[in-house]
């Protein structure tokens, strides 16, 4: 069992930058592809970035890519958010998560079996 705990979120204006971490708890971290998603008030959970846990490819949705990076360090088991260029379309809660299946990131939320509790992320105009 995996425990994820967010850390980093607060409140930015646009333009500005956070950087996001996820701790896992555990020490099979590096077996877990790990994903960052956000939700909006009113929005279903989208997804925002991913690493792989093999050869840690990335991926991003293409709101966020040339933006924001996602890296982990599995000597820490950590993985992080670095949001720059931030827009108040960011503005949203910000969860981990961590996923065992297959071979690549996937983007839908069902299959992620491990959730953090999410830390909030605000971009003033």
């Known amino acids: 069992q995996v425990q994820l705990v967010e850390s980093g979120g607060g409140l930015v204006q646009a333009g500005g930058?956070?950087?996001?971490?996820?701790?896992?708890?555990?020490?099979?971290?590096?077996?877990?592809?790990?994903?960052?998603?956000?939700?909006?008030?009113?929005?279903?959970?989208?997804?925002?970035?991913g690493i792989t846990r093999s050869f840690g490819s990335t991926y991003y949705a293409d709101s966020v890519k040339g933006r924001f990076t996602i890296s982990r360090d599995n000597a820490k088991n950590t993985v992080y958010l670095q949001m720059n260029s931030l827009k108040p379309e960011?503005?949203?809660?910000?969860?981990?998560?961590?996923n065992q299946l297959g071979y690549t990131v996937l983007r839908t939320t069902t299959v992620y079996d491990y959730w953090g509790q999410g830390t909030q992320v605000t971009v003033s105009s």
Do not use: I, N
């Open 17 to 49: 930058s956070l950087r996001l971490s996820c701790a896992a708890s555990g020490r099979t971290f590096s077996s877990y592809h790990m994903a960052w998603f956000r939700q909006a008030p009113g929005k279903e959970r989208e997804f925002v970035a």
């Open 90 to 98: 960011d503005t949203a809660v910000y969860y981990c998560a961590a």
